[in-house]
């Protein structure tokens, strides 16, 4: 009795060890660079508000009507992509940047109308993630009127989905590598719009600093947000 109390014992620590060092390790995010982000606070074109599950930015100027619900890859503050919607929230679009659970879109089971209850009066919605956000974004797409994918690639079929999309994508990335979106176009209707951003790389879909395993970028941050703002806001004024 006394070595099976010991073993239940060691099994519960071990058990109780390994939570514990998983949740250091999803708490510890990657954070938005400061002066970007103050840049986004700054904007009168751009007003945003922390809804507790989520970062709200909408237009102070005329609004188009449309939204997208933003889902951040693992372990990337939502801060982090403010910069990345400043241009395209200022020309009207609102864009509500959600806070995973753990930080980890897998772990996030909300539907989207959790978060486009943040701008009720938006009737036109798109969802969309950058790399393990974009893949969760998949998953919601049928929920939606669009799929923006940033640095990002489908892991389930969407192919027969009516669903507009836009894939923009770094030819220097080193994580969503041009070689596996690639192989997952087969994933997305055949109308889907992919965009690769020549000299771009993983982390230049948000401001958040260098990231392990990427590769080195060829172009500056601030050309590279202004070719992604550009596809982004010309796509939306498709969606509908």
């Known amino acids: 009795m006394n070595r099976a109390l010991r073993w239940t014992t060691w099994i519960v620590a071990v058990i109780v060890l390994i ?19 103050l840049q986004v606070w700054r904007d009168d074109r751009v007003a945003v508000r922390d809804a507790g599950d989520s ?18 890859g693992a372990k990337v503050d939502p801060y982090a992509y403010m910069a990345t919607f400043r241009q395209v929230v200022a020309s009207g679009t609102t864009v509500v940047i959600t806070k995973p659970t753990l930080h980890l879109a897998f772990f996030d089971t909300r539907p989207l109308s959790t978060f486009e209850a943040h701008a009720p009066s938006i009737r036109t919605w798109a969802v969309g993630g950058h790399s393990l956000g974009g893949v969760r974004a998949c998953q ?3 929920d939606a009127d669009g799929l923006l994918l940033l640095g990002s690639y489908c892991a389930n079929d969407i192919s027969r989905s009516y669903i507009q999309v836009l894939s923009v994508s770094g030819s220097r990335d080193g994580l969503s590598t041009p070689a596996k979106v690639d192989a997952a176009r087969h994933l997305l209707p055949s109308t889907a719009t992919m965009t690769e951003i020549e000299g771009s790389n993983h982390a230049e879909f948000g401001a958040y600093g260098d990231q392990p395993g990427d590769r080195t970028a060829t172009i500056s941050r601030a050309d590279a947000r202004q070719q992604i703002s550009d596809a982004i806001e010309e796509w939306v004024r498709g969606l509908g």
């Open 19 to 37: 939570a514990v060092v998983f949740l250091v390790w999803a708490n510890i995010v990657m954070q938005g660079t400061r002066s970007a982000a």
């Open 55 to 72: 970062v709200v930015m909408t237009p102070t100027g005329t609004a188009n009507g449309k939204g997208i619900v933003f889902i951040p």
């Open 140 to 142: 919601l797409a049928q």
